[in-house]
Structures are given as C-alpha cells and as structure tokens.
C-alpha cells in the first residue's frame, strides 16, 4: 500500500495462550512511529492538501469507553501491560522559507468503533496525537512508564540530506483514562503524571511521556482493566480537540476507504489512497473557514493541526525540495 506516513496502531494483545503457563517476564517492550515534513517551491503547493488518515486505536482519548475484548498475540506486551497505539508525527507540505521556521502537527485521523455522546459509529475524526497503554495485568498497584526518543535527524527521502538542528517540541500533555475523568485520576492517582513542555530527543535519552508509580494509588483504586493515554496536548478537552472529519452515516464514506481492521470490530481504519473522497471534500471546507478569520500571528484556526506539537526547522539547515522522513521508537516498561 502506498503511503505518504505510516500510522502504527499496536491494537490489543494477549500476554498468555489459553491452557499456556507463565514464562519469565521481560522488563520492556517497544513500539514504532514515523514523523514527516514536506518542502515545496511557492508555485508548486496545492490549494488544498488533504493529509493522509491512519489507524484507529481501541480507544480515542476521550471519555468512558468499554475496554476492548479479547485480546491478540503478536504485540508489545510486558508484564501484562500492553503498548495500544503510538502517533504519527505528519508536518504537512509548505513552502521553503529562507527564514527560521515553525510548523505544526496534523492531527491523527482515526475512524469510531463505538459511538458516545458526541460522535457517531464509523463517523472519521481528528484527535491530537497521543500514545495509550492498556493494564491487562490483573495486579493492583500497577508501575508503568512510557518513554520516547527519535531515532535519528529528519533526511530527505531522495537526496539523503539532513535536518541537523531540526527538532520536534511539545508544549504540553494532558493524562486520560477510559473509565476514570480527568478530576477523579488527580484525586485516586497521585503517582499517574505527565510532563510540562518537552523536546523530544534526537537518540540519546528518551523522555518520559507518561509515568505511574503504582504504589501511591488510592486504596482500593488500580489502573487494572483499564487504557490510559497521553495527549500530546497541554489541557486536552475531548469535546473541544476531537473534531468530525466525516460521518459515518454518510453514503460516500466507502470511497474515503473506510474498512473494519484486522482486529475486530472494536476498531476500524481508513485505506491510504490517493482520493480521500469524503476526507478531502471536508479539509476544503475546514480550510476555507480557517481562510475566513482574520487573525494575527500564527492562524491557530485551522482545527485540524495540533498546535501544541510544532517542528521547529532553523534556516540553517537549507531545507531542500522533497519529503524528510524519521522514525521514533517508544519504550514501555513495567518498571520506574
């Protein structure tokens, strides 16, 4: 299949085969992401550009959502915490700049299972980026922590050249649970944070996203059974940041390539195709009502960037023509 990113879902999986005994436990697991940028003369940037939707994750990072069935093999486990889903980085495509430049994050486009109070089943929607572990371990006083790092600078796909000072920043994280609101994870979970504004490092040390230290929970409260996420957005509000893309009730919704994913029902995800059909027709009119609203500054009225994730690109680093690609390896671990 022919894609511009790759989105990297890690759905649901199973720690131990029925009738199977336990084996030894390992103290780690990982996951994989991309991150892209493209570069164009003036002359060439499409009036409109449609980014490209990924894969659905078992559970958006919203309110309530049932936990997801039984699990599959074949996915990052440790010690019966499961790594779920890890974001994409996409910069979009925009004009070469002989200037220091910033450039924000589209927001990850994923398709609903199930319905809730705000969006409908199949309906396509934009979420800010964010990564999610499930506690399938059946323990209470659960540790986990989930770390980042880029593996290396943004190159160009066809000249091999680098971004060497180039570098993703985030100005904020917000923690949600699908069974526990945002008050009531502050009050029985002390030990469950995230940090302020990050880097996020080129090799070297990765940075914690999402960190919970087992041991100061509320008595009689666990993690277990339950998804926690990391937004990469400072104060994430669902029904503010989540935004429909397209409706699931909509008969053209076939030709955006809605499909049910390998997974099961729980999920669903959007084919990588050159006609987004519906997608596209509705981040025209987005952009249109973005074009509308005089602003100053930077135009924060495009709804369908993150603008808490920015690539900061110094015009030290002559970006050339074309599309720069990287990847980010994320580690969840069952221990602090």
Do not use: Q
């Given at each position: 299949m022919k894609k511009l990113t790759i989105a990297t879902a890690i759905m649901s999986g199973a720690l131990l085969s029925a009738g199977l005994a336990p084996t030894a436990l390992a103290d780690t697991t990982t996951g994989a992401s991309d991150g892209t940028v493209a570069f164009l003369r003036t002359d060439e940037i499409p009036e409109i550009i449609v980014p490209k939707p990924g894969p659905t994750p078992d559970s958006k990072p919203g309110p309530v959502i049932d936990v997801p069935g039984p699990p599959v093999d074949s996915v990052p486990v440790v010690d019966g915490l499961i790594l779920l889903f890890v974001p994409d980085f996409d910069f979009g495509v925009n004009t070469i700049s002989i200037s220091d430049a910033t450039y924000y994050a589209e927001k990850n486009y994923v398709a609903m299972g199930e319905p809730d109070s705000k969006f409908g089943s199949g309906d396509i929607i934009a979420v800010p980026q964010f990564a999610q572990v499930g506690d399938y371990s059946g323990d209470a006083a659960k540790d986990f922590k989930l770390t980042v790092v880029q593996d290396a600078q943004f190159q160009h796909t066809t000249t091999g050249h680098v971004l060497k000072k180039t570098h993703i920043e985030v100005d904020g994280f917000t923690a949600v649970n699908n069974s526990y609101t945002k008050t009531q994870l502050a009050a029985n979970f002390p030990g469950l944070t995230v940090p302020g504004a990050r880097t996020i490092p080129i090799t070297g040390t990765p940075i914690t996203v999402l960190n919970h230290d087992g041991s100061r929970d509320k008595a009689g409260e666990a993690t277990n059974g339950t998804i926690t996420s990391t937004?990469?957005?400072?104060?994430?509000?669902?029904?503010?940041?989540?935004?429909?893309?397209?409706?699931?009730?909509?008969?053209?919704?076939?030709?955006?390539?809605?499909?049910?994913?390998?997974?099961g029902d729980e999920g669903k995800t959007i084919k990588d195709e050159t006609d987004s059909g519906i997608v596209g027709e509705r981040r025209a009119l987005l952009l249109e009502e973005r074009d509308s609203v005089r602003t100053t500054g930077v135009n924060k009225a495009d709804k369908t960037k993150n603008y808490d994730v920015r690539l900061v690109v110094p015009r030290v680093d002559n970006v050339q023509r074309g599309r720069y690609n990287t990847s980010l390896t994320w580690t969840l671990s069952n221990t602090l």
């Open positions: 937004v990469f957005k400072k104060n994430y509000v669902y029904e503010d940041d989540a935004l429909l893309i397209a409706n699931g009730t909509d008969s053209r919704i076939g030709t955006a390539g809605l499909t049910t994913a390998l997974f």
